[in-house]
């Protein structure tokens, strides 16, 4: 098992920048296939973006695609998420998860994911 603690999050202006990051325990952190969510208020958990075990590939929803980069340090256990050029519109909870060898599949799915943290708000204002 793995347990995940986000943390970065915050009130920031519109076209600013913030940098999510994702603790993972444990010592197999390599072998998980790790992904961003997001839920804004009153609307669905919603996919952003994706990391492979080895941080080769990685896959974002059209909205962020240009804006947003995730990364991940196999050493430190941690996975980040670079977040640029922010909109109100990404105003949301982000969520980190983790999927043990990518079994759910690739881009990994809401559902089909094992592990999650708690989250952490980002709220971006206009």
């Known amino acids: 098992q793995v347990q995940l603690l986000e943390s970065g999050g915050g009130l920031v202006q519109a076209v600013g920048s913030l940098i999510l990051s994702c603790a993972a325990s444990g010592r197999t952190f390599s072998s998980y296939t790790m992904a961003w969510f997001r839920q804004a208020p009153g609307k669905e958990r919603e996919f952003v973006a994706a990391i492979s075990r080895s941080g080769g590939y990685t896959y974002y929803t059209s909205s962020v695609k240009g804006r947003f980069t995730i990364s991940r340090d196999n050493a430190k256990n941690k996975v980040y998420m670079q977040m640029n050029s922010l909109k109100p519109e990404d105003t949301a909870v982000y969520y980190c998860?983790?999927?043990?060898?990518?079994?759910?599949?690739?881009?990994?799915?809401?559902?089909?994911?094992?592990?999650w943290g708690k989250g952490t708000l980002v709220t971006v204002s206009s």
């Open positions: 998860a983790a999927d043990y060898l990518g079994i759910s599949g690739w881009p990994p799915r809401d559902n089909g994911m094992p592990y």
